[in-house]
């Protein structure tokens, strides 16, 4: 059976801060990774559902990334070029999951800062 977040109840942002002791959403996805990457259908219950799904697949781009990688040193390098590569996010040509997230609403300054990087 498909697992499912027990994030069900915490929805937006910022993210609270990170408490150590308890475990969050990438935990739960990483945790659960292998048993939900052999379902085909999932039924979204819940946004944390929509951010599990995204994270699966995250996770799973990263584990290709390491496939080739023989030594420590060249799977951290490997890791750490794909959190410097820009990702595609909703709405933008090349997201992965159109449609499972609606299109982020972009002010002017959020313009301004996509620009600067």
Not at 87 to 99: K, M, T
């Amino acid at each position: 059976m498909v697992h499912h977040s027990s994030f069900v109840d915490e929805e937006g942002g910022p993210a609270p801060v990170s408490d150590q002791d308890r475990t969050d959403i990438v935990d739960e996805a990483i945790t659960f990774f292998r048993a939900n990457v052999f379902f085909r259908n999932f039924d979204i219950q819940s946004p944390a559902d929509k951010l599990l799904i995204y994270l699966t697949f995250y996770i799973n781009v990263a584990l290709k990334r390491l496939e080739g990688c023989r030594t420590l040193a060249e799977g951290t390098k490997a890791i750490i070029n794909l959190g410097l590569e820009k990702v595609p996010v909703p709405g933008e040509s090349g997201f992965p999951f159109p449609g499972l997230f609606s299109d982020p609403q972009i002010s002017e300054g959020s313009r301004a800062i996509q620009k600067l990087s």
